[in-house]
């Protein structure tokens, strides 16, 4: 089966451009999460989405970042304008909530991006 | 969801068993215990999980103290693909979302 896609793998942009991430969760998972790394902070929650609809974004850092889930199998995280301090590593990951808990969270190998 | 607390680092021989323990003591009876791991580079990996047993799985056993308020994870025979930093989570059963601390660094020595 294919993971958690994400794409770019890495991205390089000048400040002030719009960028934007894109993930593929794994066919059939109902809950998707955008997640950033960064030395300073680690692992971070950003938002998650379940059935397609955000369940908690209050790890969105500010205005400039945004996320969207259209349908089941594709969700975006856009960042516009871009900041140096947005510079960090971006997972994607999804699991199968049934609602009763011990579902596995599944993460993609992430989107390296860097904002000159 | 309840706090863990790790180890900063530790070391294992390789061929050894790697014992990484963790504190949760003020864990609640619906949350589970998550192990993943996270090689350099690379996306967080799904180790194992458990809410009171004990488990085993390919990859690894994790033992859970009868109160619940600690657990360990046995890596049987560590080598050195095993270098990563091990993220211990408790995690409500009804919740979706993984909240990571630090971790703890192990590093397998040849």
Redo the contacts between chains.
């Keep these: 089966d294919a993971g ?1 896609i994400q794409s770019p793998r890495h991205e390089v942009t000048e400040m002030g451009q719009e960028v934007t991430l894109r993930c593929k969760p794994i066919s059939g998972h109902n ?1 998707l ?1 955008w ?1 950033r790394q960064t030395m300073m902070r ?4 950003l938002i ?1 989405f ?1 059935n397609n609809v955000p ?2 974004d209050s790890g969105m850092p500010e205005d400039r970042f945004s996320a969207k889930m259209p349908n089941a199998s594709f969700s975006t995280l856009k960042i516009q304008p871009s900041e140096p301090r947005d510079s960090a590593v971006y ?1 994607c ?1 999804s ?1 199968y ?1 049934r ?12 989107s390296w991006l860097t904002v000159v | 969801d309840a706090k863990t607390t790790q180890p900063t680092s530790m070391d294992c021989a390789e061929g050894r068993a790697a014992n990484l323990p963790c504190n949760h003591s003020t864990i609640s009876g619906n949350e589970y215990v998550y192990w993943y791991r996270q090689i350099h580079s690379q996306g967080p990996q799904y180790i194992i999980h458990g809410l009171k047993n004990n488990e085993t799985n390919e990859m690894a056993s994790l033992i859970i103290t009868e109160d619940r308020k600690s657990s360990t994870l046995i890596l049987p025979h560590a080598t050195l693909r095993d270098t990563a930093v091990y993220y211990c989570i408790v995690r409500v059963g009804r919740d979706d979302k993984i909240i990571f601390g630090k971790g703890t660094r192990l590093h397998i020595l040849p």
Excluded: K, P, R
């Excluded at chain 1, 680690?42 to 929650?45: K, R, S, T, W």
């Design positions: 958690v809950s999460f997640y680690g692992l971070e929650l998650y379940n369940i908690d997972f990951a699991s909530n609602g009763q808990g011990g579902n596995t969270i599944y993460f993609g190998e992430g």
